[in-house]
Structures are given as structure tokens and as C-alpha cells.
């Protein structure tokens, strides 16, 4: 793909980070906040998105590279099944963590309250590894296919 | 050719107001013939799981094997993805 004009560029430069640390927000107030894993990864994903439109390839970005983000994906969901498989326990899937005082462990206020970072046991953790594999298998995705387009129409021209 | 036209415009009319009946003796917004459930995750969530998002508790803990579900579709179809885009992307 051909890079868009300058004023795209300029302004993805400016917005593109915001709208990963907005990602990242989502996910990590996962059980306080509207939102979660899947949607704060997919908002993540879409920066990448505008990067690939603005500018035409992903080669300028040394962090996103195909073979780490497929690492990423792959770890994001071993470690919501090995979180899952915590509570075995009890049961498969029990959150062990939740009011334990611990880790994400204070205990909940019942009722209309502002939240506490620290509470929700396994829950913030699975949102984690959720949001991981999200964004990282919607970069690979779109990492894969931009490649598969350079290639066609390479081949096009010849 | 005609035939068939008139049948098919006779099961859509069938369709439609059948759909149409269905749709004005619906139950009305808000009162779900069994809530019991609905009331329990309501009152109990905020204590049991800790987290002031009722639906993440029950996407994440209550029901967390469809998000498992979930989310071994998702890595499917990733893996699905690079295999047949492997040849043509470096």
C-alpha cells in the first residue's frame, strides 16, 4: 500500500499512541468499567489499523513484528487456561483470588461505589490475558494480510 | 416459472404475519418470565467475585467456559489465517 498524505500521517502520529494507551485502559479496568479483554484489545488492534493505512507498512514500528505478536497471542491464551485451571481446587474456573486480601483481593463494597483497583481476584488477570491475545492475533492479521497484498501486486506488475 | 412466484409470495405474506403476530403479543420490556437468575447475579455478584462489573463477573467467572469457547475461536482462526496466507506474506 501507498503511505496517505502528510496530514495523515502527522495526525496518526499524534493519535495512534493515545488510542493504544485507551486500549490498554479498557482492559486493565476490565471488571471496574464498561469493557474488557475483547474490546480493549480490539481498540489496541485498531491502532495498529490506522498506522498500516497512514503510512502504508508496519516496517517503521519495531514492536509490532509478526513472529512476537503470533508469541504473544499464543502466551496470552495459555496463560487464561493456566489461570483457569488455578481454581481446580474448587472447580475449573473458581476465583480463588477474589476476597483472599491478597493479589486483586480486597474485599468489594455492595452497591453503587467509585471501585477498587484491587479487587475481583482472577478476574482483572483474565481480562489480561484476554486483551493479550486480542490484540496480538488482530496485529497478526493485519500484519499477514498487508504482506499478502504487497505480494499480489507485486506479482501484478511483473 | 409463474407458479413458483406466487408460491413464494404466498409463504412470505404467511411468514410476514406470522412474525407480525408474534411480534405484537411479545412480553413487555423489563419483565422476563423467569428472573431468578437475573436476581441472583445482581444481588450476590459484587460479594462473590469482588468486581463492580456485574457482566464481566459473569463473562469471566460465572461462565467462564464460553469464554474459553470464545477464545479458542479466536486462536483458530488466527492459526487459520497465517496458514493460508503462509506462503505469500515473508
Known amino acids: ?158 | 416459472m409463474k407458479t413458483k412466484k406466487i408460491i413464494f409470495g404466498i409463504a412470505f405474506l404467511l411468514f410476514f404475519s406470522l412474525i407480525l403476530v408474534s411480534a405484537f403479543q411479545m412480553r413487555p420490556f423489563g419483565e422476563p418470565v423467569l428472573s431468578e437468575m437475573d436476581d441472583y447475579f445482581i444481588a450476590n455478584a459484587q460479594q462473590e467475585t469482588g468486581t463492580n462489573n456485574v457482566v464481566t463477573s459473569i463473562v469471566f467467572d460465572y461462565r467462564g467456559f464460553d469464554t474459553l469457547g470464545e477464545a479458542t475461536v479466536l486462536f483458530t482462526a488466527i492459526c487459520a489465517i497465517i496458514a493460508l496466507f503462509r506462503g505469500v506474506s515473508k
Do not use: C
Request: hydrophobic share 50%; net charge positive; proline share 3%.
Open chain 1, 1 to 158: 500500500m501507498s503511505p496517505m498524505s502528510k496530514i495523515v500521517r502527522t495526525i496518526t502520529k499524534f493519535v495512534y499512541s493515545i488510542i493504544i494507551i485507551f486500549g490498554f485502559y479498557i482492559i486493565v479496568h476490565g471488571h471496574l468499567t464498561p469493557g474488557g479483554g475483547f474490546q480493549g484489545g480490539a481498540v489496541t488492534a485498531s491502532a495498529f489499523a490506522l498506522l498500516l493505512v497512514s503510512y502504508g507498512s508496519l516496517a517503521s514500528k519495531k514492536f509490532v513484528k509478526k513472529d512476537f505478536l503470533s508469541f504473544l497471542e499464543s502466551s496470552g491464551l495459555t496463560l487464561f487456561i493456566a489461570l483457569a485451571f488455578l481454581g481446580l481446587g474448587t472447580t475449573f474456573f473458581y476465583n480463588l483470588l477474589a476476597n483472599s486480601g491478597g493479589w486483586f483481593g480486597n474485599v468489594s463494597s455492595v452497591g453503587i461505589n467509585p471501585g477498587d483497583m484491587n479487587t475481583g481476584g482472577v478476574v482483572p488477570l483474565m481480562n489480561m490475558a484476554v486483551g493479550l491475545e486480542v490484540l496480538s492475533g488482530l496485529g497478526v492479521i493485519l500484519l499477514v494480510m498487508a504482506g499478502a497484498m504487497e505480494f499480489t501486486k507485486k506479482k501484478e506488475n511483473l
